[in-house]
């Protein structure tokens, strides 16, 4: 597996999950590719970035620092992903030509709900050296590949949500307060451009108390302007309704009950955006922005699709990521008192989901497929 990080977190998340679910539940010896280290420490704790070769839950983890290397016949896997199109080295490519039997070569694509997906999953691509490359779309539908997603993943969030004293002890560990714990209380994951000082504003005016936990390093200028102090982790405010607290970064496990545990999140890019879709809350997602505003076709595909919607939702949704103009002051209480609703609404899209399988398993099926027909 090849991973590129160019969202920060998102890339890395992506590629980590489906790592360890690969060698965990499907038995595959998987070596994980990573230009950067860095941000893969952060959702990795127990990953050191000075070293070039390390072995983490099973999973081998080499520093990808270039383009440039010698391979062998005896380097290449039998499968061999690259995420998001990038760029396999050529030595790899080589190696691989070379081979008496040929890797299956996918490209793991980025996540929509656009209507085109379902023709372009699973197409194969013709390559120089007579390799072939075949395209795998995660999605929504049975005819993608569906959504990360763990075996035992579900029962494990229903059985945490059903502990109160489990739940309130994970959030105290976290630092909230009693007050906090009693508070409406929103995950914000978020890129710097979110419009959130101004939703900051409507939080404060709020008539119910809201304990907003945002993790360190993100939208730093508005949480520090909120906070009138270094947005490091442990840092809080109060202000009006709103309390704004900030979060060390968590291990992916850790992230994920964090999800489970607030009533609303705010999530961003692919990683975050599908553990919400396992959360089983309310969400909204703040997409990763593209040129001409393409990433505004995506969104609305999204809003399309998904049947976890109340008309304030689509509204609000729009308005964060600045697809349409919105008075905070008057769409967060109309998405305030829709959020039971949707609660429930996420349940059934979950059901819908869970029914495509999860992507792992989906791909492991398709590569038996590809082997046979080679």
Known sequence: MFCKVVDNYGDIGICWRLARQLEQEHDIAVTLWVDDLQSFQKICPELAPDLELQRIHG?????????????????????????????????????????????????????????????????????????????????????????????????????????????????????????????????????????????????????????????????????????????????????????????????????????????LNFVRGEDSFVRAQWAGRPFIWHIYAQDKDLHHVKLNAFLQATSAKTPSLQAFSRGWNGAAAVNWDTAWPQLAADLPAIGKLSLDWEQQLLANGDLAGNLCKFVATVKQET
């Open 59 to 263: 999973v081998t983890i080499r520093h990808w620092r270039n383009q440039q290397g010698v391979f062998t016949t005896q380097d290449v896997a039998d499968i061999v992903i690259e995420f998001f199109a990038c760029d396999l080295p050529p030595g790899y490519i080589q190696a691989m030509s070379e081979c008496s039997r040929r890797p299956v070569w996918l490209n793991l694509e980025g996540l929509s709900a656009e209507a085109w997906v379902e023709g372009c999953h699973t197409l194969s691509s013709p390559q120089p050296q007579s390799l072939t490359k075949y395209f795998f779309f995660p999605g929504f539908t049975s005819r993608t590949g569906g959504l990360l997603r763990e075996n035992g993943l579900i029962a494990q969030r229903q059985a945490f949500q059903q502990d109160a004293t489990a739940t309130s002890a994970f959030l105290r560990q976290l630092g909230l307060t009693q007050a906090e714990l009693a508070s409406l209380k929103i995950s914000l994951f978020c890129y710097p451009q979110a419009p959130l000082a101004e939703l900051f504003a409507a939080w404060q005016n709020s008539d119910q108390a809201i304990a907003c936990l945002v993790p360190e390093g993100v939208a730093t200028d508005a949480v520090q302007a909120f906070l009138a102090q270094p947005a490091i982790a442990g840092a809080s405010a109060s202000r009006g309704a709103l309390t704004v607290r900030v979060l060390p970064f968590v291990p992916q496990p850790d992230y994920d009950k964090l999800l489970w545990a607030c009533d």
